[in-house]
Protein backbone atom coordinates (compact mmCIF):
# COMPACT_ATOMS: atom_id res chain seq x y z
CA UNK A 1 0.00 0.00 0.00
CA UNK A 2 1.22 3.23 -0.97
CA UNK A 3 1.93 5.79 1.35
CA UNK A 4 1.64 9.63 0.16
CA UNK A 5 2.07 12.99 1.48
CA UNK A 6 2.25 16.77 0.77
CA UNK A 7 5.02 19.52 0.88
CA UNK A 8 4.74 23.21 1.61
CA UNK A 9 7.80 25.15 1.88
CA UNK A 10 6.30 28.35 4.05
CA UNK A 11 9.76 29.97 4.42
CA UNK A 12 7.00 33.48 3.33
CA UNK A 13 5.28 33.29 5.81
CA UNK A 14 7.22 32.56 9.29
CA UNK A 15 8.07 35.41 11.26
CA UNK A 16 11.56 36.27 11.74
CA UNK A 17 13.30 34.87 14.36
CA UNK A 18 11.07 31.46 14.28
CA UNK A 19 13.39 28.96 14.45
CA UNK A 20 15.27 30.42 17.35
CA UNK A 21 11.73 30.64 19.08
CA UNK A 22 10.82 27.46 18.22
CA UNK A 23 13.99 25.85 19.43
CA UNK A 24 14.29 27.33 22.55
CA UNK A 25 11.10 26.79 23.09
CA UNK A 26 11.70 22.65 22.10
CA UNK A 27 14.76 22.87 24.55
CA UNK A 28 11.96 23.65 27.47
CA UNK A 29 9.97 20.66 26.73
CA UNK A 30 8.82 17.65 29.16
CA UNK A 31 11.39 15.64 28.86
CA UNK A 32 10.68 11.42 30.00
CA UNK A 33 9.67 8.19 29.19
CA UNK A 34 6.41 8.12 27.81
CA UNK A 35 4.49 5.34 28.07
CA UNK A 36 2.96 3.19 25.32
CA UNK A 37 -0.28 4.99 23.58
CA UNK A 38 -3.38 3.02 23.90
CA UNK A 39 -5.08 1.84 20.99
CA UNK A 40 -2.77 3.58 18.18
CA UNK A 41 0.90 2.35 19.65
CA UNK A 42 2.68 0.14 16.79
CA UNK A 43 5.93 -0.59 19.00
CA UNK A 44 7.04 -4.25 19.75
CA UNK A 45 5.58 -5.57 23.18
CA UNK A 46 9.29 -5.51 24.65
CA UNK A 47 8.71 -2.03 24.37
CA UNK A 48 6.88 -0.38 27.84
CA UNK A 49 8.31 3.53 27.08
CA UNK A 50 9.84 5.78 25.13
CA UNK A 51 12.09 8.68 25.48
CA UNK A 52 11.71 12.21 24.15
CA UNK A 53 10.33 15.82 24.99
CA UNK A 54 6.88 17.34 24.88
CA UNK A 55 5.77 20.79 24.65
CA UNK A 56 1.81 20.63 25.33
CA UNK A 57 -0.90 22.78 23.35
CA UNK A 58 -1.48 24.90 26.38
CA UNK A 59 2.73 25.59 26.53
CA UNK A 60 2.57 26.48 23.10
CA UNK A 61 0.12 28.93 22.75
CA UNK A 62 1.86 31.60 24.66
CA UNK A 63 5.24 30.64 23.85
CA UNK A 64 4.47 30.22 20.39
CA UNK A 65 1.50 32.64 19.16
CA UNK A 66 2.66 32.79 15.83
CA UNK A 67 1.97 29.07 15.46
CA UNK A 68 -1.12 29.00 17.18
CA UNK A 69 -2.49 31.31 14.77
CA UNK A 70 -1.12 29.51 11.78
CA UNK A 71 -2.91 26.00 12.73
CA UNK A 72 -6.09 28.10 12.94
CA UNK A 73 -5.74 30.04 9.29
CA UNK A 74 -2.55 29.91 6.97
CA UNK A 75 -1.95 26.19 7.45
CA UNK A 76 -5.52 25.45 7.78
CA UNK A 77 -5.66 26.49 4.24
CA UNK A 78 -2.88 24.58 3.53
CA UNK A 79 -4.46 21.66 5.10
CA UNK A 80 -7.45 21.78 2.68
CA UNK A 81 -5.30 21.86 -0.41
CA UNK A 82 -4.01 18.88 0.65
CA UNK A 83 -7.31 17.15 1.10
CA UNK A 84 -9.71 16.47 -0.78
CA UNK A 85 -12.64 16.95 1.33
CA UNK A 86 -12.95 19.92 3.88
CA UNK A 87 -10.69 20.18 7.15
CA UNK A 88 -11.03 21.77 10.33
CA UNK A 89 -8.71 22.76 13.28
CA UNK A 90 -9.16 20.74 16.61
CA UNK A 91 -11.23 22.72 18.93
CA UNK A 92 -10.51 20.71 22.19
CA UNK A 93 -7.27 23.26 23.08
CA UNK A 94 -5.60 20.51 24.73
CA UNK A 95 -4.47 18.63 21.38
CA UNK A 96 -4.32 21.19 18.16
CA UNK A 97 -1.07 21.63 18.24
CA UNK A 98 2.09 20.34 20.04
CA UNK A 99 5.77 20.20 19.97
CA UNK A 100 7.21 16.86 20.06
CA UNK A 101 11.32 17.05 20.64
CA UNK A 102 14.13 14.99 20.36
CA UNK A 103 17.72 16.01 22.35
CA UNK A 104 20.66 13.60 21.55
CA UNK A 105 20.90 9.99 20.78
CA UNK A 106 18.95 8.46 22.41
CA UNK A 107 15.68 9.88 21.85
CA UNK A 108 12.71 8.67 19.37
CA UNK A 109 9.52 9.19 18.68
CA UNK A 110 6.72 6.37 19.70
CA UNK A 111 6.13 3.79 16.54
CA UNK A 112 2.23 4.63 16.36
CA UNK A 113 -0.82 5.11 13.79
CA UNK A 114 -2.82 8.57 13.96
CA UNK A 115 -6.24 8.77 14.61
CA UNK A 116 -6.96 11.90 12.79
CA UNK A 117 -7.77 11.99 9.66
CA UNK A 118 -5.57 14.28 8.49
CA UNK A 119 -2.06 15.63 10.42
CA UNK A 120 0.14 18.81 9.48
CA UNK A 121 3.82 18.76 10.44
CA UNK A 122 6.32 21.64 10.36
CA UNK A 123 9.88 20.86 10.87
CA UNK A 124 11.80 23.54 12.78
CA UNK A 125 15.11 21.95 12.61
CA UNK A 126 17.79 20.53 10.29
CA UNK A 127 20.01 17.56 10.67
CA UNK A 128 23.36 17.67 8.67
CA UNK A 129 24.92 14.41 10.66
CA UNK A 130 21.64 12.42 10.03
CA UNK A 131 19.35 10.79 11.89
CA UNK A 132 15.30 12.26 12.79
CA UNK A 133 13.38 11.17 9.86
CA UNK A 134 10.50 10.50 9.77
CA UNK A 135 9.51 6.72 8.74
CA UNK A 136 6.53 5.59 7.33
CA UNK A 137 5.52 1.77 6.40
CA UNK A 138 4.48 0.77 3.33
CA UNK A 139 2.37 -2.35 5.14
CA UNK A 140 -0.85 -1.34 7.56
CA UNK A 141 -0.31 -4.47 9.84
CA UNK A 142 3.29 -3.44 10.46
CA UNK A 143 3.54 -3.80 14.28
CA UNK A 144 7.35 -2.81 15.58
CA UNK A 145 9.83 -0.36 14.17
CA UNK A 146 11.73 -3.55 12.37
CA UNK A 147 8.87 -4.10 10.77
CA UNK A 148 8.21 -0.29 9.35
CA UNK A 149 11.98 -0.23 8.53
CA UNK A 150 11.53 -3.47 5.64
CA UNK A 151 9.53 -1.61 3.42
CA UNK A 152 8.90 2.06 4.05
CA UNK A 153 8.87 5.43 3.01
CA UNK A 154 11.78 7.91 4.50
CA UNK A 155 11.37 11.67 4.67
CA UNK A 156 14.07 13.91 6.21
CA UNK A 157 13.27 17.07 7.97
CA UNK A 158 13.93 20.55 6.34
CA UNK A 159 13.48 23.07 8.09
CA UNK A 160 10.33 25.30 6.89
CA UNK A 161 8.81 22.49 5.28
CA UNK A 162 5.25 22.03 6.39
CA UNK A 163 3.74 18.25 5.39
CA UNK A 164 0.34 17.06 5.51
CA UNK A 165 -0.57 13.28 5.79
CA UNK A 166 -2.90 10.79 6.50
CA UNK A 167 -1.58 9.04 9.32
CA UNK A 168 -4.30 6.16 9.84
CA UNK A 169 -2.97 3.19 8.12
CA UNK A 170 0.55 3.51 7.72
CA UNK A 171 2.57 2.97 10.88
CA UNK A 172 5.26 5.72 11.49
CA UNK A 173 8.14 6.69 13.84
CA UNK A 174 10.79 8.75 14.30
CA UNK A 175 14.68 7.74 14.16
CA UNK A 176 16.90 8.82 17.13
CA UNK A 177 19.44 11.95 15.67
CA UNK A 178 22.80 10.70 14.86
CA UNK A 179 24.81 13.76 16.64
CA UNK A 180 24.72 13.93 20.35
CA UNK A 181 24.38 17.91 20.89
CA UNK A 182 21.21 17.74 18.22
CA UNK A 183 17.90 18.87 18.87
CA UNK A 184 15.14 17.45 16.34
CA UNK A 185 11.65 19.69 17.30
CA UNK A 186 8.28 19.35 15.13
CA UNK A 187 5.03 21.14 15.79
CA UNK A 188 2.72 18.68 15.04
CA UNK A 189 -0.79 19.57 14.57
CA UNK A 190 -4.20 17.85 14.05
CA UNK A 191 -6.58 18.25 11.13
CA UNK A 192 -10.33 16.62 10.88
CA UNK A 193 -12.55 16.27 8.10
CA UNK A 194 -16.33 16.49 7.53
CA UNK A 195 -16.31 12.48 7.41
CA UNK A 196 -13.79 11.93 9.92
CA UNK A 197 -14.78 13.96 12.81
CA UNK A 198 -13.00 14.89 16.29
CA UNK A 199 -15.83 13.58 18.17
CA UNK A 200 -13.74 9.98 16.48
CA UNK A 201 -10.99 10.60 18.45
CA UNK A 202 -10.83 7.78 20.69
CA UNK A 203 -11.61 8.54 24.53
CA UNK A 204 -8.57 6.12 25.50
CA UNK A 205 -6.26 8.59 24.27
CA UNK A 206 -7.61 11.73 26.34
CA UNK A 207 -7.57 9.58 29.51
CA UNK A 208 -4.12 8.56 28.79
CA UNK A 209 -2.87 12.07 27.76
CA UNK A 210 -4.88 14.29 29.84
CA UNK A 211 -6.50 11.94 32.60
CA UNK A 212 -9.74 11.87 31.28
CA UNK A 213 -12.44 11.34 28.47
FE1 LIG B 1 1.56 10.32 13.91
Redesign the pocket.
Known amino acids: MSFCWTTFDVTNRLPNGWRRAARAAGASADFREFPRTPI ?1 SRESVQVPYIRRGRLHAHQVRPRLPWLYQLYRDFFLELAGDACAEPVAPALDERYGVVLNVQRGTRMR ?1 EC ?3 SNPL ?1 G ?1 LFCTDHPAGGGELVFAHDPAATDVEAVDRDCTVIRPHAVHLIF ?1 D ?1 RYHP ?1 YARPLVDETDIRVVA ?1 MNFYTKFYPESTRPPELNRHLFGDG
Request: net charge negative.
Open positions: LFHVDTLFGHV
